[in-house]
Structure formats: C-alpha cells, structure tokens
C-alpha cells in the first residue's frame, strides 16, 4: 500500500499515456483530475482531437505488460472488447531477403486492437477508480506558475458549455496532451531556457484504410509487415486484424513520396511494394469508410534529463519527451512503461520528507532507459539519405550489425526471439550487444555468401 504524498494531481490528456499515467498517480494521490479537450466517447467512437486515431497503431508487448501492471485484468478486457492475439507465428514480415522472414512459435504474443477501441476499454477502466475524475470538453489553455516562477501551481481551462474560464489548483500537473505546447508554454514564460533537441526529419506519409476480413482470407497468416529495400525503395505497409473481424491497412512512405487518399490510389500504391501480399489480400476485400491520410514531419527527442533546474509540480510525459516515427508503432507502449516508472518512482520516495521535491528531474533520469530503444529504432531512417538531422558517427556499422542479426536470427530461433523481444520493449536495446551474440554476428558476417 502506497503512503498519499498529496491531495490533488491534475493530469491534461486523456490519451492512453494520460489514462495509464491517472491510474498510476490515484495510489499516491488522494484526487486525480483529468481534463481532455475533447468530448469523451462513451464508445470506441475517434476523438475529434486525434486525427491519427483512425491509423494503425500497436500496442507491443511491453505496453502490455506495463498496462496490465496498472490496470490488473485489462489484457482480458481487451480480448472480451474483440483485441485479436498475435504472435511471431501468425505475423508475416515481408522483409528484404526473406520473403517470408520465419514464422515460429516463440512463446510471445501481443494484441491488435484499433485505438479508438482501446482508449474506451482502458478509459472504462480507469474511470472505475474512485479517486479519478475524467473531464471532457475542458480544453487547458495555460499552466499556473508560482510567483516566483519556480513551480507550477495549476491550469486554467475553458470549457466547451459557454467557454467558461476555469482555474484549477493542483500539486502536480502531468503535461500529457500530446506534443506538449503547455510545458514549453510555461517554460518560456518562467524563463526557463529553451530545451536542447535532436530531430530525425523522414516526412512520413501514410494512408489508412479498414476492410472487411474476407472469408477467403489467407490461413497462413493474421497480420502482415512489408518492409521496404531501402534506401533503394522507401513504400512499405502493415495489415493487422482489429475488432469485428476487420482489417486495418496502413500503407507508407517518406521524403515526398506519400500514399493518395481515394480507394483506387490506395490500392495502386499497395500494388507497388515489393512484395504482393498486402496487396493480394485486399484487392478484392469491402472497405469499411474511407481512406485516412496523416503526415509526420519528424521523430522529436526533447533532452529533459540535461536540465539543470525544472519547475516543481509540472511533468511532462509521453510525445512532450519523445516523439517516433509512427512506422514502428513504439509511442503508447513507451507511454504506458513510462507510467509504471512513475509509480514506482513515487513508491520508492513516499517515505522521504518531500516526495515531489525534484520529481521530474528523478522521472527524466529513470526513463531514458525506456527510450534508447526506440531512439536507436528511430535513427535508423538514417539509412535515406534525405533524412534531416545529426547521423550517428557509427551508423553504417550499426546498419550492418543489425543486418547480421536479422540473418542469424533466420538461422537462429533464440536469436529472433531475442529480437522482438527488444522489438517490442521487453528488454533493453543493449541485450543484442552482447559478447557472445556480438560474436556470432561477426563470424556469419565474414562468413562467404
């Protein structure tokens, strides 16, 4: 049982990193308010404010596990809501090389869900916690900072019923709505200095379709990754089940290249891939709404852990720290880790005098574990050369590396276990350096072709 170190804790956003995050604070909070400028669903309905919610998105299975850590029961609730359990078996990855790359049984498993459907599973669920508040329409216009500018006291917000103006008072307030314009909004206004970045700019461009999952559909498989040859090719796509027996296709590419947004350019630029399974497999299914487009520009890291000195009460978390490329599917199971983090965090400091003192600085320190993963995943887009900003000195080492594991991993079952393992955030980016791995990559790298 977890000490209450404070009254009220007042979270913006009402995202999956909000929801997990809520839940993590209700056990050291005696009040936990969320406020979502949009109108909360009460069904697996797209918020207004999300136009990437209608994408494919993955929730790996190291945000499963943290979200199950949270929220005991929910990977049974996501089942019951129609979430569709995928393996490496039942996953085809058309990858350069290997067409298919092995499908094996390696005991991991992960659940495809449309987002819409696992907010509402999820908010359902935190909303069952007495201690949490979920507020929609409460758009948050400002954070309230102390008058000696040294802390942040509260948000003002407007809601929708009129534009009433609002102030809320709080003892700590998590900044997760999104891309995090309210913490650098106070930051400016504190004068604070402004926060050192490292930018992956790819222009990523993707279109997104769902279908009816046809009677016909292959056996073989229940999901598919195309992945490109790059730098040569840069159009690639993903096919995953979703509740009622549907699919979602997501199809992609960068640097100007992008998908069109009518059903006949949707399925002409499936046909361009590489390989013609996605393609196959939808040519002919019903689609379900129409085609949904979506640009990011970047991958965004915002270096919160080099500052010195940051506001008390205020914590920024999820797409405000760290920002992925939306091709690998990383940001909500990066969120859902980071709220775990953050509870156990509080945990470890609830005995000390002022368990908040310093919190964000702690919070920043403790998750960049979390994130060198995905960042390195991120860096990879370095292989176009059109890619904006700072290449890593190592890069094509790295790039050939990671081209042996992939080759031993074909060979290998552990060793491609090992991979989605790290893949899917169950274990840090470092355990495929190890001495022994490290090893049998260089003698099958100088091995003859």
């Not at 552990?414 to 001495?435: F, G, M």
């Amino acid at each position: 049982m977890s000490r209450i170190i404070g009254k009220h804790v007042i979270v913006v956003g009402a995202g999956i990193g909000g929801l997990a995050v809520a839940k993590a604070l209700s056990a050291h909070f005696d009040r936990v308010t969320v406020l979502e400028r949009d109108p909360l669903p009460r069904d697996a309905t797209p918020r207004q404010g999300t136009p990437q919610a209608r994408h494919l998105h993955a929730l790996l299975a190291g945000g499963l596990l943290a979200l199950n850590e949270l929220l005991p029961g929910i990977e049974k609730e996501l089942e019951q809501a129609g979430a569709v359990r995928l393996t490496p078996q039942s996953l085809r990855m058309d990858r350069p090389g290997f067409d298919p790359y092995p499908q094996r049984d390696l005991g991991l498993s992960w659940l495809s869900i449309s987002r819409p459907m696992l907010e509402y599973v999820t908010r359902e669920a935190v909303g069952r916690q007495k201690n949490i508040e979920l507020l929609g329409s409460c758009r948050v216009r400002e954070l309230l900072g102390s008058p000696s500018g040294s802390a942040v006291t509260g948000v003002r917000y407007e809601t929708s019923d009129g534009g009433r103006i609002n102030t809320e008072l709080a003892d700590l307030v998590v900044d997760a709505s999104g891309r995090g314009s309210l913490t650098f909004g106070a930051l400016e206004s504190m004068g604070f200095a402004k926060l050192e970045e490292n930018e992956i700019g790819i222009d990523m461009a993707y279109s997104t379709a769902v279908f009816e999952q046809p009677k016909d559909a292959p056996s073989t498989w229940k999901g598919v990754i195309t992945l490109p040859s790059a730098p040569r090719d840069n159009r690639g796509g993903f096919l995953s089940p979703i509740e009622d027996n549907r699919w979602i296709v997501s199809v992609g590419a960068n640097h100007g290249d992008a998908p069109p947004g009518d059903m006949e350019g949707f399925l002409a630029f499936a046909k361009s891939f590489r390989t013609a399974t996605i393609y196959d497999a939808i040519k002919s299914a019903k689609p379900i709404g129409p085609v949904i487009r979506f640009l990011l520009p970047c991958s965004v890291r915002r270096r919160f852990e080099t500052v010195q000195r940051f506001p008390r009460g205020l914590l920024p978390v999820g797409d405000a720290i760290c920002r992925f490329n939306p091709v690998f599917g990383q940001g909500m199971s990066v969120a859902a880790q980071e709220a775990v983090i953050l509870d156990r965090l509080l945990t470890a400091r609830a005995a000390d005098i002022d368990p908040l003192d310093e919190l964000s600085t702690a919070f920043f320190a403790e998750i960049q574990g979390v994130l060198e993963t995905p960042w390195g995943v991120a860096t990879s887009d370095f292989i176009y050369p059109k890619t904006r900003g700072e290449r890593p000195a190592n890069f094509e080492q790295r790039m050939q590396y990671n081209l042996g594991l992939v080759r031993l991993g074909a060979q290998d079952p552990s060793i491609q276990k090992l991979l989605i393992e790290v893949n899917h955030l169950l274990k840090p980016q470092s355990a495929l350096r190890a001495p022994e791995i490290s090893a049998r990559v260089a003698q099958l790298m100088a091995a003859p072709a």
